[in-house]
């Protein structure tokens, strides 16, 4: 799982990297307009996500950080 305002959680599946969002009632949304190519590592994702949303960064969301 990865904290960013948009981003609830992330699995590869065949190809892609699917991108999740969390709902206002807790239902897991796909995000179908970013699409990561599977040549990257799960431990490259905070870095490539910080790069492609840092427009949405504000004070309170201005890091991606891999969520346990």
Do not use: T
Not at 3 to 15: E, F, G, M, P, T
Not at 19 to 37: A, G
Not at 47 to 67: C, G, T, W
């Amino acid at each position: 799982m990865y904290a960013h305002r948009l981003i609830s959680s992330c699995c590869l599946l065949s190809k892609f990297w699917i991108l999740y969002l969390e709902s206002d009632i807790s239902m897991r949304v796909r995000i179908y307009d970013v699409v990561i190519p599977s040549e990257f590592k799960e431990s490259e994702l905070a870095s490539y996500l910080a790069d492609i949303f840092h427009e949405n960064a504000s004070d309170k969301n201005s890091s991606v950080e891999r969520m346990k």
